[in-house]
C-alpha cells in the first residue's frame, strides 16, 4: 500500500470512529438531554415535587383562565396522551396562546399540578403571512391537535 | 485540486475570482436583505421579527459549511500534502468564526421576543455554541503552531478533522432531543415556510455565500504574500 493510501485509510477510520463516538454519546444523552419532559413522561418517569424541571407540550384550546389579579394564570398542559395543569403569576410571552407550544420552568406540586417561575413560548417550523394564516386557520389548529396526537 | 499545488497557478485564478465573487455576493445580499426587509409579508405569530430569518439561516449555514470546508482541507493536508490546505483551512476558520457569532446572536435576539428568552441551554443552542469555541480554539492552535515557525502544521489539521463530529451534532439536535429550537423547516420534502417569506432565502443563502468565498479568497492570498515576504527576509538576514 502505498503512504498515501496509507494514510487516506487511518485518516478516514480515525473520522469515522470520533463521529461515531460523538453519535453514541449522543443517543445515550437522548434522555438527559431532553429539553423539557411532556406530561405523558412526567407521569410515567413520577418527577418527584419540588425538583426544578422544564414541562412542555401543547396549551390545551379553551383552557387559559386569568385571575382577577391579572399577573396570575392557570392554563393545562397536554401532550395528546396526559395533561397537566399548570399556575403561573408573572408576565407570559407574546406568542403564549391556546393550542400552541409552551415550555414551563418550576416544579409539580404532590397533588400532581405544576407550578411554573418561567413561562416560554415555543415556535414551530411553519412561517406564513397572516392572510395565509387566516385561510388556514380551522385547518391549522386540527393539523396540530394530530400532530400532538402522532407524537 | 493539485492543479492548484502551484501557488502561482492559483493566484493567477484567485486574484480575478476576487471581485467577482465579492460584489456578485455583496449585491445578491443587498437584494435578499433590501426584499426581506420591504417586501416580504411579517409571519402570523412572529410578526416583523421573522425577517432576521433572512440572516439567520445564512450565517448558520456559513457557520456550518465553513467547518466543513476545514475539515476537508484538513484532510487534505494530512493525506495528500496539499500545500495550499494549511493556508485555506486557517483562511477559513475566522470568517466561519464571525458567522457562528452573528447566527448566535441573530437568534438570541429573534428568541427574546418568540421564545420569551435570550438564551436557553438546549441542544441546538448549546451545540452551536460549541461549535464557536471551536473556532475560537482552532484559531489559537493555528496561531500558536506558526508561531513556531515553517513546519508540519499538523496539530491544526487533526483537530480540524476531529472538531467535523459537532456538524451532525449541530444538525440532529432537534430531531433527536426535545428542544426548544424548532424542527427544520426546510427539507428535500419542501419547506413549511409559504412562499412569499420564503422567496429572498435562497438569493440571500447565494450571496452570503460568495462573500464568504471571496473573504477566504483574500485571506489566502494575504497569507501567500506574508509567506513570500518571511521567505524573503530570511534569504536577506542569511545573505
Known sequence: MKAKNQRLTLALLALAAIVGAALLAASALRDQAAYFYTPADARRLGVEPGRSVRLGGMVEGGSIRRSPDGVTIAFTVTDGQATVPVSFRGIVPDLFKERSGVVAEGHFTPTGSFVADTILAKHDERYMPPQVAGAMHESDSLDTDAKVRAK | ?239
Open chain 2, 1 to 239: 485540486m493539485h492543479a492548484f499545488a502551484n501557488p502561482a497557478r492559483f493566484l493567477r485564478i484567485a486574484r480575478p475570482l476576487t471581485p467577482w465573487l465579492g460584489w456578485s455576493g455583496a449585491l445578491l445580499v443587498a437584494v435578499a436583505l433590501g426584499a426581506g426587509l420591504t417586501v416580504t409579508p411579517p409571519d402570523y405569530l412572529q410578526g416583523e421579527s421573522v425577517r432576521i430569518l433572512y440572516v439567520h439561516v445564512p450565517s448558520a449555514w456559513l457557520g456550518m459549511a465553513g467547518w466543513s470546508g476545514i475539515a476537508v482541507a484538513s484532510l487534505m493536508q494530512l493525506v495528500w500534502r496539499h500545500p495550499l490546505a494549511a493556508i485555506a483551512a486557517r483562511a477559513v476558520a475566522a470568517p466561519g468564526a464571525l458567522f457562528a457569532a452573528i447566527c448566535l446572536v441573530t437568534g438570541s435576539i429573534w428568541g427574546r421576543p418568540t421564545w420569551g428568552t435570550w438564551w436557553e441551554w438546549d441542544g441546538r443552542l448549546t451545540s452551536m455554541l460549541v461549535l464557536f469555541f471551536l473556532y475560537l480554539a482552532y484559531l489559537a492552535l493555528a496561531a500558536a503552531e506558526d508561531d513556531q515557525g515553517p513546519g508540519e502544521r499538523r496539530l491544526s489539521a487533526i483537530f480540524g478533522l476531529t472538531g467535523a463530529a459537532i456538524l451532525p451534532v449541530i444538525h440532529y439536535s432537534v430531531l433527536w432531543w426535545r428542544s426548544l429550537h424548532q424542527r427544520p423547516s426546510i427539507g428535500i420534502k419542501g419547506s413549511s415556510i409559504d412562499g412569499s417569506i420564503l422567496w429572498p432565502l435562497p438569493i440571500a443563502l447565494l450571496g452570503f455565500t460568495l462573500l464568504f468565498a471571496a473573504i477566504v479568497l483574500m485571506r489566502m492570498r494575504a497569507a501567500l504574500a506574508h509567506a513570500k515576504v518571511e521567505a524573503r527576509l530570511r534569504r536577506l538576514a542569511a545573505a
